[in-house]
């Protein structure tokens, strides 16, 4: 389990870097530490946080072929505005079900069981991750909204 946690944590780190986070902040510190071993925690805890950084990973890879989309439709000078809309639709929940639904190893009821407990039964909220991953999607592959 240590190792696992180390390894994890050095992929949450590369993850943060990537995104352009800051690893002097509580949270950076305490990846920091994960990475050097001094903290290791229980296998659920472990899956979480590899879920979480899967999700990461997935979010700048697709944040990555969206701004480039966006970027020879409407140049440098409106990077913000894309800026803006990835980041009012990109949630870590959205990633990690676009991640459980494209594994081929779970059944479709794995899958169903597995979202419903990451997007819980609220129906305003399945709605607004539903709009937020169609959000996404128009982005990967258009560009813009």
């Given at each position: 389990y240590t190792q696992l946690s180390k390894d994890l944590a050095n992929v949450q780190i590369a993850a943060l870097q990537a995104s352009g986070g800051d690893l002097q902040t509580d949270a950076g510190k305490q990846l920091v530490a994960m990475a050097n071993g001094?903290?290791?925690?229980?296998?659920?805890?472990?899956?979480?946080?590899?879920?979480r950084a899967k999700a990461d990973i997935t979010n700048i890879d697709l944040q990555r072929q969206a701004a480039d989309k966006f970027y020879r439709k409407y140049g440098a000078n409106n990077m913000a505005?894309?800026?803006?809309?990835w980041a009012n639709n990109a949630d870590s929940r959205v990633f990690q079900a676009?991640?459980?639904?494209?594994?081929?190893?779970?059944?479709?009821?794995?899958?169903?069981?597995?979202?419903?407990?990451?997007?819980?039964?609220?129906?305003?909220?399945?709605?607004?991750?539903?709009?937020?991953?169609?959000?996404?999607?128009?982005?990967?592959?258009?560009?813009?909204l």
């Amino acid at each position: 389990y240590t190792q696992l946690s180390k390894d994890l944590a050095n992929v949450q780190i590369a993850a943060l870097q990537a995104s352009g986070g800051d690893l002097q902040t509580d949270a950076g510190k305490q990846l920091v530490a994960m990475a050097n071993g001094d903290v290791t925690y229980p296998p659920e805890v472990l899956i979480n946080i590899a879920n979480r950084a899967k999700a990461d990973i997935t979010n700048i890879d697709l944040q990555r072929q969206a701004a480039d989309k966006f970027y020879r439709k409407y140049g440098a000078n409106n990077m913000a505005a894309f800026k803006q809309e990835w980041a009012n639709n990109a949630d870590s929940r959205v990633f990690q079900a676009m991640n459980i639904y494209k594994d081929e190893d779970l059944t479709a009821e794995q899958k169903k069981s597995q979202i419903d407990k990451l997007l819980g039964k609220d129906e305003a909220q399945r709605k607004q991750f539903y709009q937020q991953y169609q959000n996404i999607n128009k982005l990967v592959n258009t560009g813009s909204l």
